[in-house]
């Protein structure tokens, strides 16, 4: 018998019941290679890995490199079972395809022998199958023990800027360095009244670091706003692991955690309540990039163009600003259009006091809805249409007798009353749609441009945070100096 050359390959993964230790499918590969002379060139591990995705094991994907090869390494890769090389029959097809047909590499399990010819193919795309059906089943039972353990409050997740896991299995313990940036970045926020952007850029000037050893970003601080672990909460299943989509939030837990709180709830709540108020699309330029209170609301009467401020000296030395049209400096705009600050606060401050003054304002009214939450009647009507593919697959499991008579029967009376629950979460939507005139937000508004026209004739205000004030409730003013005309575009969040 003639020597061939082998690579060995060998996965474990974190939740599968029915796996040996790595150094026993080391053990018994090298066993298998020794009765049938095979010589062992290298052998590859994935260690705590699913099989499910080929690219998420970076020993799978080494190996399979070499084994393509231009020298033709190996003649085989011998595995423990199919379902170490994969465990999603189509991934498994394709690399083994690939491996035979065009390297002449053969996959080999060494418990699951198979016969030559069709039948032997036959068996293995079975083996596959089941594989991949008992990944699925598993997955599904480790989600249930996942979801379990959230709602008591346990922590399942990489720990947090702030945390630490001491001890596995253990709620994760403050580290008070961390805990102390995290304190300062709500205080930042809440009592200072400062942004996202501005915080990251604070934090950053002082050498301070993420819990990756990263420089804070906008997108960071708006995280840690945003995270209830920090007051004693816990929340699970929010994202997608595959896709890192953010789920509805009816799919997410939140709980009272195990682990101590660094701020409290109130703090917690506060900041949620400002980050509500003040929510406007992503791409928004922060505010203090900005050289005037007025920067970024003021357009050009003619093309619409943002006005752009120039820091201006007038003869005693007092600076200003002097705001024109960025489309004329383009050549895309015909004049200037341009205006002083010194002119155009006064306006804008007359134009807020004669709305209050005569408690009548035109403004549009807005929803509040971060671009991450789709429509959630969508949402709802695409849960529904996908249970008719769970059917599908249970019927198939029980008429292939992989499913008892009495799990079909358990499992289509999951799908009803999940079919169920869905339909009432529709019914209610369209009970709850408006259908009468509500009440009037006037006041509401008012008296939102009572408060930020404080705000504006206030010293004890910085440039940023009156820039900031303006931008929740105007989104923009247009001044034509030809016909001296203001006018302003107000709007208001519904509640």
Not at 52 to 73: C, N, S, V, W
Not at 202 to 217: I, M, V
């Amino acid at each position: 018998m003639s020597v061939k050359y082998a690579y060995g390959y060998i996965r474990v993964s974190t939740h599968d019941q029915e796996e040996i230790s790595p150094d026993s499918q080391e053990h018994l590969l090298r066993d298998y290679a020794a009765k049938n002379n095979i010589v062992i060139l290298k052998i590859f591990t994935d260690l705590g890995i699913s099989g499910r995705k080929a690219d998420k094991r970076p020993g799978f994907q080494e190996m399979i490199g070499l084994a393509k090869g231009p020298d033709h390494p190996v003649d085989c890769i011998l595995v423990w079972k199919f379902s170490r090389f994969a465990r999603n029959q189509e991934e498994s097809i394709v690399y083994k395809s690939l491996l035979k047909k065009q390297h002449n590499v053969d996959v080999i399990s060494i418990s699951e022998p198979l016969a030559d010819g069709p039948f032997g193919s036959l068996i293995e795309r079975i083996i596959e199958w089941m594989d991949e059906y008992y990944s699925i089943r598993l997955s599904g039972e480790v989600f249930r023990g996942m979801k379990e353990n959230a709602t008591r409050g346990a922590y399942q997740a990489r720990p947090p800027l702030g945390y630490q896991v001491i001890e596995r299995g253990k709620p994760p313990v403050i580290v008070p360095e961390e805990a102390a940036i995290v304190r300062m970045i709500f205080d930042k926020y809440v009592n200072g009244k400062m942004s996202f952007f501005d915080i990251a850029r604070h934090l950053n000037s002082l050498g301070l670091k993420t819990s990756h050893g990263k420089a804070f970003e906008r997108r960071s601080i708006e995280y840690i706003i945003q995270n209830p672990s920090y007051c004693g909460m816990i929340r699970w299943n929010r994202m997608e692991n595959a896709t890192n989509r953010i789920k509805d939030q009816d799919e997410w837990i939140i709980a009272d955690g195990m682990q101590e709180a660094i701020i409290s709830k109130e703090l917690f709540d506060a900041a949620q309540e400002r980050l509500k108020k003040i929510y406007k699309p992503v791409g928004k330029r922060p505010s203090s990039t900005y050289k005037h209170w007025l920067s970024g609301l003021l357009k050009c009467p003619v093309c619409g163009r943002t006005l752009t401020a120039t820091t201006m000296k007038r003869a005693n030395g007092e600076k200003y600003a002097y705001f024109s049209c960025y489309g004329y400096s383009k050549g895309k705009c015909d004049k200037p259009h341009g205006v002083s600050s010194l002119v155009i606060e006064k306006e804008v401050l007359k134009a807020l006091e004669e709305a209050l003054g005569s408690n009548s304002i035109v403004y549009e009214m807005r929803e509040i809805r971060p671009q991450e939450l789709s429509n959630e009647r969508t949402l709802i009507s695409e849960r529904l249409a996908s249970l008719k593919g769970k059917e599908d697959r249970i019927r198939a499991s029980y008429r292939e007798g992989i499913d008892t008579l009495e799990e079909y029967k358990e499992n289509k009376a999951l799908i009803a009353k999940e079919r169920d629950s869905l339909e009432r979460q529709l019914a209610e939507l369209e009970e709850n749609a408006p259908d009468k005139t509500p009440e009037d937000p006037t006041p509401k508004m008012l008296d939102r441009v009572s408060s930020v026209h404080d705000i504006l004739v206030s010293d004890s205000y910085s440039l940023v945070q009156k820039n900031e004030a303006l931008k929740q409730i105007i989104d923009k003013i247009v001044y034509d100096r030809e016909s001296d005309t203001l006018k302003i575009h107000f709007f208001l969040y519904h509640s």
